[in-house]
């Protein structure tokens, strides 16, 4: 195995890449290449100009205990041409599924590029724009984005399969080896160091987290944005109410008196009506107080008799018959991702089948510019070119997941509707204590509500005297892809500017008085108000 860059073409060189990269459980290769291909470029960041190197390639991860060849991964890579770049942080970014590239976060949240769309409307038909990306990362972080294995151009080395690392502790395994050969390779050793997982990458982010501790690669932070981090909570109805009630409050359904005089106000006002009496509404059924039921249909508009149909419980069937129900009367039905995209719902449409979101309004609206500009940015602007198809999403990796998970303490927390990964976060903050975590989510989004992952972190085993220093979470006006609505991405990109900031040395003991004011629970929480 070649040490990079020795084997780079020259800089802005095409680079094509003759590897056939099977995506199916059983496939691998043999190869063991690690060629890359760079490109210059220039971004302005706050009216400052930027140059980077963007690089796109493979590095080969090996095996922890034998040393041997194991996978080969994608990634796509930007580094600031600047003095003393090994100071600089560095950030891992991957999105979800499991079996997602990072093609979603890529070209649309923080890197230097970034698609043009039209959400939450459906994005026309091309010719599409690409466009400098001014809320970019790269001027706090050099930005790694990552291709698990089966996805994009990432696969097993024989005798290895890709099911061999499809799982959970096997699929953080990996990226941890990867991470490390990235360190090495490009003498970042010694950077301050980042994760950035969305969704499914949030579970990966707490195991590989935890992972690259046991390795002695602490982290100075993660960010975690729409999170699954308790899969036994992801129908939860107290913890989905305040997103369907912001859905409803989007599409003008809500007729509360007085109304609300804007979004985060009212979200505070229904997470207390879930704690309190929705939470004793539940478990008191099937006696329900009218008044509480008449409440309840104020808040999501609709019908007390509809509500009492389906047991109180909106969020039953993955919100399904609330987010087929709230425009019913004109047609329509909304995204699970996004609330407040919608789609026809009448004909044949209303009987398409869902499977793995793709046909979610949310991701209907933008799948074909990712597709396109995908194609685009990698072969005529990065310059690399593989005879494979680029596969954005797998969905054999997710039909094939192994949900086991052993936690640091030798427990069994996995299972598809039971995975619980928040204890890994918590073991590697209790003994890295300057790991920070950043949560971002979107109000609208139904598939990890924004409330839940409030109630998770609460419920998770971390009981330090500076937990509410070390945990942040802001929720903005959009959906599971935060960074697809412009006023939110730059809301964020603003937030994460200032938690890149270096944070002092871990405090000295608090007093047991201070201590108890923040026990356990409590996190610091501040609300983006950003246009919606």
Not at 219 to 234: E, F, H, I
Not at 235 to 251: C, E, Q, R, V
Not at 270 to 295: H, I, M, N, Q, W
């Amino acid at each position: 195995m070649s040490l990079m860059p020795s084997e780079e073409p020259p800089s802005d060189q095409p680079l094509l890449d003759t590897v056939i990269y099977g995506a199916r459980k059983d496939d691998s290769i043999t190869d063991l290449s690690e060629a890359s291909v760079t490109t210059q470029h220039e971004l302005s960041i706050g009216g400052v100009e930027l140059k980077y190197t963007a690089r796109a390639g493979h590095l080969v991860t090996v095996d922890l205990y034998s040393g041997l060849p194991a996978a080969k991964i994608f990634y796509v890579a930007f580094t600031a041409n600047v003095p003393n770049q090994k100071e600089r942080p560095v950030t891992f970014f991957y999105n979800g599924g499991p079996g997602s590239s990072s093609v979603y976060l890529l070209l649309g949240s923080f890197g230097p590029r970034r698609i043009r769309t039209s959400m939450p409307y459906f994005t026309p038909p091309a010719p599409y724009a690409l466009e400098d990306n001014p809320d970019s990362l790269l001027d706090r972080s050099d930005l790694v984005f990552i291709n698990p294995v089966g996805t994009g151009y990432s696969a097993a080395i024989a005798p290895n399969k890709n099911k061999d690392f499809w799982g959970v502790d096997q699929d953080a395994g990996c990226i941890k080896q990867f991470i490390k050969r990235y360190l090495t390779v490009f003498q970042r050793w010694n950077s301050p160091k980042f994760l950035f997982g969305e969704s499914y990458g949030t579970p990966r982010t707490c195991v590989l987290t935890w992972m690259l501790h046991e390795d002695g690669v602490d982290l100075n932070g993660v960010v975690l944005q729409s999170s699954v981090l308790d899969y036994s909570k992801t129908s939860n109805p107290i913890g989905a109410l305040p997103t369907l009630a912001a859905d409803a409050h989007y599409w003008n359904k809500v007729t509360i008196k007085p109304p609300p005089k804007d979004l985060p106000s009212f979200m505070e006002t229904v997470e207390a009506f879930a704690r309190g009496p929705y939470t004793k509404a539940l478990s008191d059924y099937p006696k329900v107080d009218p008044k509480l039921l008449e409440t309840l249909s104020e808040i999501l508009g609709i019908s007390a008799a509809m509500l009492r149909h389906w047991k109180l419980n909106p969020a039953s069937d993955d919100s399904t018959p609330f987010l087929t129900s709230l425009r019913r009367d004109e047609g329509y039905a909304i995204g699970s991702y996004d609330g407040r995209t919608f789609a026809d719902e009448q004909g044949i449409a209303g009987s398409i089948n869902p499977d793995s979101g793709n046909n979610d309004p949310t991701i209907t609206a933008v799948g074909g510019v990712y597709t396109t500009m995908w194609n685009v940015y990698l072969n005529e602007e990065l310059k690399y070119t593989s005879v494979s198809p680029f596969l954005d999403s797998n969905d054999q990796a997710f039909a094939n997941w192994d949900f086991r998970h052993i936690d640091p303490t030798g427990a069994h927390k996995g299972g598809p509707d039971s995975l619980y990964t928040a204890g890994d976060l918590a073991a590697a903050m209790s003994l890295n204590p300057n790991l920070k975590v950043f949560s971002a989510n979107g109000y609208y989004d139904a598939v990890t509500p924004f409330f839940q992952t409030i109630l998770n972190f609460q419920g998770m085993p971390l009981k330090g005297p500076d937990t509410a220093d070390r945990i942040e979470i802001r929720n903005y006006p959009s959906g599971h892809m935060v960074y697809l609505d412009n006023d939110s991405r730059k809301a964020m990109k603003a937030d994460l500017a200032n938690f890149y900031k270096p944070r002092p040395l871990a405090a000295a003991a608090l007093s047991d008085q201070q201590a108890a004011k923040i026990h356990g629970t409590r996190v610091r929480r501040r609300m983006s108000r950003t246009p919606y």
